[in-house]
């Protein structure tokens, strides 16, 4: 594909991305659930214990993104499938890469605006951005990588929504509490630090640690790297996956 | 017969396209072409294959085997997609925006200035009657007012070929009258249609050339009068009579080959469909009967797919 083939299918991944958020992100019980859902699962594990705003905040700030980022995509694809709208947008000029792009860049946005409320507040209330550059750095490559997982959810070539809910919620729910949101990296035994290796959220979350508290357990370029890592991968993955089962859906 | 000559006048040209699905075969190696500005009509019965091969010629789904062009194109490219207009057999618009948002949506995926796409839209709004719900969400229209508009999404990139899976069906007279209209209006400007149906009255009424498919496999493309003619056995008398009569009296006809009750009307089969009326004249007479009335006819459409589609399965046993 020349260059500006190229240029053209990103633009019309935007175009696929406007559509997703004006069809489903912007809904009122979306982004009050986006912030609410972690906002509750937090407190019941931070309640009655003696914790700083300092230290609550970097893991509060991880799941707000993890869980936004993560909340709408699965659905979208078996959804368009359910509503038979896939059809249509597949026999327009864009590719399926470039369907795939839109639907993460739409679950990239909602998952990068709603998680910049929390930290409002907790600017609000007192904490310091040491690092806000490699914050920002992180949130947008965490957020891509979220994304990207979220499509990962919905590679089953299935119409049901509830299914593709369960099993996203099957995963995300135990990746939560390996990924040193409740206890840090640093207090983890050595088994417990293994287990969290293997999730994303773990590097984006001690990222978090090192910009808002200056304590993270591993170096900067890691958890950057780390994040950057599983974002190509669960891309690629999708992209592949979503080529071989999208035109089951149809 | 069926083999595509490529030529730069086809608007497609399909050789040896075929599709399987879980080792099943949907689409046989199939061949054809549509010559640019002609208005082509893709017949066949349930399951015969027609939404598969249009899947594979706007590039939904990929071919197992062969290739398909559109315009020189290859069936699936960004470039053929392009030129291409597609209403799809199953498919929605976005019910949870307005019309217009769809129209605009459709445009920007086909890369359209906005002007130029807002103009559009309005025109074919309007051509549609759908211009003063244009603001109104989706999910309040009515079928036929959801299938007018999918015909407006696809129109709008004004498309050198539009391709129309079963488009009226379902829907009531005033809708389907319309979309038929528009149809023939855009076929007499220039533009290439290829229509799949199972509705041989639509396809009689529209079509310069048909194929009817079968299991996957092409047994015939012609033009509809041609395909009539070749199901001369199909002629018949359709005669209905004020008083009861046995069927069996009717078979002992000289020349009628098969009678079928139809409400209160018989259809006799024959070759020599004057001769028939005139011995259903005498037989009448002679029986005291009163004649309501009596028609001869020439073989349908449906009388030629019926009879292919049934050869066909005669001949693979």
Redesign the interface.
Known sequence: MDKK?LF??V??AL??A??DI??YYLKGPVVIFGILFPLFLFLSFAVGRNLGIEFMMPGFLGMVLFFTATAISPAVAPMETQ???L?????????LPTIILGDVLASFAFGIVISLIPLMVGLGLGISIYQPVVLGLGMILAAFCFSALGLLFSVAPTSNTSTIMMLSSMVKFPVVFISGIFIPLTNLPDWGKAIAFISPLTYFTDLARHCLQTSGHLPVWVDLGALLTFAAVFLILALKLHQKTM?RR? | MLKPRPAANNAIEVTNLTKYYNGNIAVDGISFAVTKGSFFGFLGPNGAGKTTTVRMLTGVIQPNKGKALLSGLPAGSIEAKQISGVVPEMANPYIDISAWHNLMLMAELYGMPGNMAKERAGYWLHEMGLFPRKDNLVKEYSKGMKQRLILCMALLPDPQILFLDEPTSGLDVQSSRLIKDILRSLNAKGKTIFLTTHDMDEANQLCDYVAIINKGSLVAVDAPEKLKATTDSRHSVEVSFGNPIELDSLEKLAGVREVKKQGDKYRLYTNNSGQLAISLAKYSESNGLTLVSLNTLIPSLEDAFVALTDKEETDNG
């Open positions: 083939a053209q299918q633009k019309r175009v696929i406007k559509k004006r069809i509503l038979k709208t059809e249509r947008l597949m026999s327009c000029p864009v590719t035109p149809v």
